[in-house]
């Protein structure tokens, strides 16, 4: 991108641009006490200022001194690419925080490929300086102008969205980013790669397989085609990469869908929502165990290793209250209006277990299986106190189970408990599902 310092000046100059890279403070202010005008000018070849250099190189303490001096933050290269793009681009999280700060416009496109910093730090999958710029969307006037969910889908002057960079590259990590702040699943591709390509699609060709993972996670349909029409189990298998295509493959079970419809799901605390996404994630490895057993391919990490079995059952051991519904896990998630908890999985089964509604496309609200209230608001399970179980030692341990077992519950602990239980056998006929009754249809 032009970032070889090649002045073509004096001496002087070269040695200065030196010290600009290397972060040299003490010589970059003795330079521009001397010669102000040092700030307006620029490299010979890629038109760098020096809050380029200083925001790609990482030079926090040069970049802030620039700064101070009034420079305008967002200055231009010979690309139209700002200090912001290039701290994305080289993922240097320290200087691209600054110049947010001082009113980096996160809008800006560079003239190259038509892309923002949102673009170049899911590219190049730097995280957080990703999560860092959608924090500075929602509180800045982006979200008064272009609004969020429009600003996390920009397309770039091929037609990409940020999402498809980091499918392209095989960012994991960019991926859940971005999904979990309403990036467009299978949204398709201008001229970029194969025209109408979804993530899935671009996934697929660079057979990166924790990306199909998480884009089959968020509900990425596996029959989509491009303007070829190729669906991406094609894709893969072209490229020959045999666990994506295993996975991809239309006839093979489908995964589980996070419930991202589901308001409270949306607002879950960040303890709650880990809990619930490794209990999804947990499932579709068993998923996936199943579909590449007997084949050449193995998951890259264990679903579940002999040490997290055996602290299940010193868990269960040490007094913590089992699920009522499966009988099997710790309860671990709680409905915070009525107390009754579950664990995670069956938690997961309850959320995903309804049909969307054709009218609004939206999930109905699930209702606690005990007491058939509404769930509005789920949080971490609260853990029992020794005063409590002291209180409680002289109960029968299951007492809560006839307490919540009404007549008017059973039977949707009944309905529930099969959709665990299908959910714990994802290698059966239409596994993948939460139960043949209550099919899980992709948000």
Request: proline letters at 6%; charged letters at 20%.
């Given at each position: 991108m032009g970032h070889a310092l090649s002045c073509g000046r004096s001496n002087?100059?070269?040695?200065?641009?030196?010290?600009m890279e290397t972060g040299d403070l003490k010589m970059v202010e003795s330079a521009l006490r001397r010669d102000p005008e040092i700030l307006h000018q620029t490299t010979l070849y890629g038109r760098l200022f020096l809050l380029h250099i200083a925001a790609a190189n990482g030079r926090l303490e040069v970049l802030s001194a620039i700064l101070d001096r009034s420079?305008?933050?967002d200055?231009?290269?010979?690309?139209?690419?700002?200090?912001?793009?290039?701290?994305?681009?080289?993922?240097?999280?320290?200087?691209?925080?600054?110049?947010?700060?001082?009113?980096?416009n996160i809008l800006m496109f560079d003239s190259l490929h038509g892309r923002t910093c949102l673009h170049y730090a899911a590219y190049y999958g730097h995280s957080d300086c990703l999560q860092a710029i959608l924090v500075a969307?929602?509180?800045?006037?982006?979200a008064d102008s272009w609004g969020f969910a429009r600003f996390v889908n920009v397309r770039d002057g091929n037609g990409a969205t940020p999402l498809h960079l980091a499918a392209r590259q095989g960012r994991p990590d960019c991926l859940h980013i971005l999904l979990d702040n309403g990036a467009l699943v299978s949204a398709s591709t201008g001229g970029y790669s194969y025209p109408g390509s979804t993530p899935l699609h671009l996934a697929?060709?660079?057979?990166?397989?924790?990306?199909v993972r998480e884009l089959l996670a968020w509900g990425a349909d596996r029959k989509?085609?491009?303007?070829?029409?190729?669906?991406?189990?094609t894709v893969a298998l072209k490229r020959k990469h045999g666990a994506c295509v295993a996975l991809l493959n239309p006839s093979s079970s489908e995964p589980l869908v996070w419930p991202s419809p589901l308001k409270f799901i949306s607002e879950l605390n960040p303890d709650?929502?880990?809990?619930?996404?490794?209990?999804l994630m947990d499932a579709n490895r068993e998923r996936e165990k199943n579909i590449l057993k007997g084949t050449a391919y193995s998951l890259p990490s264990p679903v579940r290793s002999e040490q997290d079995i055996d602290d299940d059952n010193a868990s269960e051991a040490s007094g913590m209250e089992l699920c009522c519904i499966c009988f099997n896990q710790i309860c671990t998630i709680e409905v915070q209006d009525c107390g009754h908890q579950m664990c995670a999985h069956c938690t997961l089964a309850l959320c995903c277990h309804s049909?969307?509604?054709?009218?609004?496309?939206?999930?109905p609200a699930p209702v606690c299986p005990f007491c058939r209230s509404i769930i509005a608001q789920l949080v971490v399970a609260r853990t029992k106190t020794i005063e409590e179980d002291k209180d409680n030692s002289s109960k029968p341990r299951k007492s809560r189970k006839s307490q919540n077992s009404s007549s008017e519950g059973s039977s949707s602990l009944k309905g529930l408990s099969s959709a665990v239980g299908s959910l714990g056998k994802m290698g059966s006929r239409g596994s993948g599902r939460i139960a043949d009754s209550c099919d899980m249809d992709k948000p």
């Open positions: 002087l100059d070269h040695q200065f641009f030196k010290a420079v305008h933050p200055l231009l290269n010979r690309h139209k690419q700002t200090p912001l793009m290039l701290a994305a681009m080289h993922g240097k999280i320290a200087c691209l925080q600054k110049l947010l700060q001082a009113g980096a969307a929602r509180s800045a006037t982006v697929a060709r660079g057979g990166y397989l924790d990306c989509q085609r491009d303007s070829s029409g190729r669906i991406p189990y709650a929502k880990a809990l619930l996404e490794a209990a049909k969307p509604n054709p009218a609004t496309l939206c999930l």
